[in-house]
Nanobody, 125 residues
């Protein structure tokens, strides 16, 4: 059973940085991609970033491009989201997710097969 566990969230001030981690376990196969999504109160879950496993190709939402970086460490079975220059509008619960098979819809949360429990990020102004 695949499991994803996020960590690294917290309360920070605008302009600060945070690194989120997503540890995955139980894997007996290679995934197509993994991604980060976030959900603020009263809003829909939105795409943040994704990375293709075979090529390390990355994708970002326009709102985080240039500030956030997605990466992975296969040796430690962990995916990361480096978040710099944080803004109050980045406040949300952040989720990591995994897509097993090919898709062109990496920005769509319904494309993903497994999800973590989420970690809260709060950015104060």
């Amino acid at each position: 059973q695949e499991q994803l566990v996020e960590s690294g969230g917290g309360l920070v001030q605008a302009g600060d940085s945070l690194i989120l981690s997503c540890a995955y376990s139980g894997r007996t196969f290679s995934s197509y991609a993994m991604g980060w999504f976030r959900q603020a109160p009263g809003k829909e879950r939105e795409f943040v970033a994704a990375i293709k496993w075979s090529s390390d190709t990355t994708y970002y939402a326009d709102s985080v491009k240039g500030r956030f970086t997605i990466s992975r460490d296969n040796a430690n079975n962990t995916m990361y989201l480096q978040m710099n220059s944080l803004k109050p509008e980045d406040t949300a619960v952040y989720y990591c997710a995994e897509r097993i098979y090919y898709t062109v819809y990496l920005r769509n949360p319904t494309s993903y097969d497994y999800w973590g429990q989420g970690t809260q990020v709060t950015v104060s102004s």
